[in-house]
């Protein structure tokens, strides 16, 4: 009786601390599972594309800064792709294109940044507050097996709440770590290169003849 009671007391511990690696209680009452930790090792990584759009009531919206970038020994390397205009008043995309190069500790850190996201599991609804102002911001990092995107369409500078989506499953990130995650990578990812397109575009739409219209003789 008494070594009955003994497991007895053992299984009720094992309840209330969330169950034995085996049991469906362990994933379930698991604070942070998915484990970014464990996910976002550098050595697991096939590739990064990170995007940084922006559409509004602008003559050079919409603006867009995309990069892929692949691993390599010493750097994780590849292309910036820029984009301004095509909506209002540049109705022809100005585009231009870099290649960058981010070392392999700035990549570390940014991993370490987004691994330390807080998030919990539910319907992404970003933070939208007024009119004429539309970021689009995604981090889309491919595995070995399968991908994890962090994205967020909310205004202000940190762009909070932000989305995760992993394993067919929506989280919401309601943190700036993703944004501080990017800015390890910033000094790398040639954000002067967009607003020199815009400061062109500038002046060309500056230096344009405005049309005046000529009078017609009244009959």
Known sequence: MRLRAMLCQSVLILFLLGGSACSPL?????????RLSEI?????????????GWD???PFAPTEAHYSLQPGATAFSGQANFSIGGNFDIKEPITETQNIEIP?????????KLAACPFSEGEYQPSIEWTDDYPSLKIEIELQTGSITFYSSSQGTSHVPWAMYYNDKTYVVDSSAPMAALAELDPYLETDR?????????NSLSHQPTSVPVPTSTP
């Open 26 to 34: 362990a994933s379930v009452l698991r604070p942070n599972d998915p």
């Open 40 to 52: 976002l090792q550098i050595s697991k990584i096939r590739s990064i594309q990170l995007r940084n």
């Open 56 to 58: 509004g009531l602008s």
């Open 104 to 112: 392999l500790k700035n990549i570390q850190a940014f991993l370490d």
């Open 194 to 202: 967009l607003n020199a397109l815009i400061n062109q575009a500038q």
